[in-house]
């Protein structure tokens, strides 16, 4: 497979993405998430991108026994900060909040580490902005974790450009991961939560001209873009998913018809909707590891394949016209 360089990691063109290994989504098992990161070794794939709030904690802690016995060499991990959960009186459940003092940096790292199972981070990011703490106090905290040992680079998620600056001016920053797919190019919001970038005109050149490597979420659009999407009913209120606006009611209904128009344009060039998705921003030079969920072997696989298979730039182009005549965000 080939491979996207950031700084000095040699990653794969396809991730594994391991929000769904948190059990927050539908029929994703344990058992089968660590299978399916075993398989993604074996066929290549070595960079994984996990979260502490990704099922509070679970996702790490699936992660971390999957990884017992490999050879740390052979994976790059990636996980995040800045969104720390605790049990809240107030609301009766664990919640989370947007923390990015050099305290919680201090505490959630540590946190972390002891879930992997890991004495080091590959790719420590901070997940979402936090309004009321100084930028350079985080990127103080993190300077102070790389000369510990504790993590190689930082990234962030979901920065303006603005705060992505100001943070350079404190430590390196190696990659910049938000919202981006064939159908999600400019979003502006994620599961109603606005977003400060716009992902293709402006986060893209930035990362060129810095040397950093834009790390695509939702590269499938949280499964929309497989092709299999109905109507209605394609997932439970237990999944996360079913926060996405995007995904559910009268919203969901022109990215459906989208999708669909996709879908009979992959069959009618006789390749996959899926495959065409994830080619589509492996050949984008400043996007470094597609990070696409997989739940079982299958989907590792299949992930894989799409990954080694280029597809011709004509059909690519293609799709890319057919998103927008439907001028969807």
């Not at 809240?88 to 664990?94: C, K, L, N």
Request: overall charge negative; some cysteine; glycine content about 6%.
């Amino acid at each position: 497979m080939d491979k996207k360089i950031i700084k000095d990691l040699h990653a794969s063109s396809m991730g594994f993405g391991c929000w769904a290994m948190g059990g927050t989504w539908n029929n994703v098992r344990d058992k089968e998430s660590i299978a399916a990161v075993h398989r993604a070794i074996d066929v290549g794939i070595n960079f994984f991108d996990t979260a502490p709030v990704y099922g509070k904690g679970h996702s790490e802690t699936v992660l971390g026994k999957a990884l017992k016995g490999v050879e740390r060499d052979n994976v790059i991990v990636a996980t995040k900060c800045g969104l720390p959960f605790a049990y809240s009186p107030e609301h009766g459940r664990v919640k989370s909040r947007h923390d990015l003092t050099k305290e919680s940096i201090f505490a959630e790292v540590d946190d972390s580490l002891s879930r992997l199972g890991l004495e080091h981070i590959d790719l420590y990011q901070l997940h979402w902005p936090d309004p009321n703490t100084p930028i350079a106090e985080t990127g103080e905290a993190l300077r102070e974790l790389q000369l510990q040992g504790k993590i190689r680079h930082v990234g962030v998620s979901n920065f303006s450009i603005e705060m992505t600056r100001e943070l350079m001016k404190v430590v390196d920053v190696a990659t910049y991961q938000g919202l981006y797919n064939l159908i999600e190019q400019n979003p502006d919001h994620y599961h109603n939560i606005p977003l400060e970038y716009r992902a293709r005109s402006e986060v893209l050149p930035f990362c060129l001209e810095n040397d950093m490597k834009y790390l695509p979420y939702s590269p499938l659009m949280q499964g929309l873009l497989t092709g299999t999407f109905s109507a209605s009913d394609n997932f439970d209120s237990n999944d996360d998913r079913a926060a996405n606006p995007k995904l559910n009611g009268d919203a969901f209904k022109p990215y459906l018809a989208c999708a669909n128009e996709l879908s009979s344009f992959a069959k009618h060039v006789g390749v996959d909707l899926t495959h065409i998705a994830i080619q589509w921003l492996i050949n984008q030079q400043e996007v470094g590891p597609v990070i696409a969920g997989a739940y079982d072997t299958d989907h590792v696989e299949q992930n894989a394949r799409y990954a080694a298979t280029q597809i011709d730039i004509d059909v690519l182009k293609e799709a890319e016209s057919i998103v927008a005549r439907w001028e969807l965000t």
